[in-house]
């Protein structure tokens, strides 16, 4: 029953490619930003003190930050499914039925958590091209599985922030003004549009 009800999260998820973009628009965002603006001036500053290392520390930076980025607005962007099944009083649906409430809730969770992982998965092999196309080179295998580890770790707890977000969230219009405000503040927190030192 649980199984059957991650799946359907999934597929309504997949299914909507406006969800699914705009899940991932503050990563798209820095991206831009990065390629556009912030790229030039952050590698200039740090050639004075890495030298020619200085596109590759850069280019590794933005990557991690996209992807600890990806990992909260994919997670997000999932519990999308949730908001979207109470506004339209589907949630009620499901607890008039024989579903346990806990099996529901749990299945919101687990297919956001699935969202989140894949996503950042795809993400972090993308930057891995993304370094290695601009003179960069792939992380040895020890640092890859280390860094596997830490993509679990971290969309492991996006989505357990986001989810306690969420569940005060009542109607989609209040759920996209939350998409909104963390997709814009992820950034800065992930450290990409300022290091975490100067913020």
Not at 164 to 186: D, E, R, Y
Request: proline letters at 3%; charged letters at 15%; a positive charge.
């Amino acid at each position: 029953m649980l199984k059957a009800l991650v799946i359907r999260n999934l597929k309504l998820y997949f299914r909507d490619r406006a969800a699914v973009f705009f899940s991932m628009l503050g990563v798209f965002v820095m991206i831009l930003m990065y390629i556009l603006f912030l790229g030039s001036l952050v590698v200039q500053e740090a050639e004075k003190y890495a030298g020619e290392a200085a596109r590759f520390f850069m280019d590794s930076w933005l990557m991690s930050g996209i992807v600890a980025a990806t990992s909260t607005t994919t997670c997000l962007g999932g519990f999308g499914i949730m908001v979207e099944d109470r506004g339209k009083g589907i949630f009620k649906d499901f607890e008039s039925s024989p579903v346990p409430r806990a099996y529901l809730v749990l299945s919101y969770v687990l297919s956001s958590l699935v969202i989140g992982l894949l996503m950042s998965l795809l993400t972090f092999f993308l930057g891995e091209a993304y370094i290695v196309l601009f003179g960069g080179r792939f992380l040895p295998f020890k640092a890859l599985l280390k860094a596997l580890v830490v993509i679990l770790l971290s969309v492991s707890s996006s989505g357990a922030l986001v989810f306690l977000l969420v569940t005060s969230v009542k109607s989609p219009n209040a759920f996209g003004t939350l998409s909104t405000l963390i997709g814009t503040l992820i950034g800065f927190l992930t450290g990409v549009y300022i290091p975490i030192g100067t913020l």
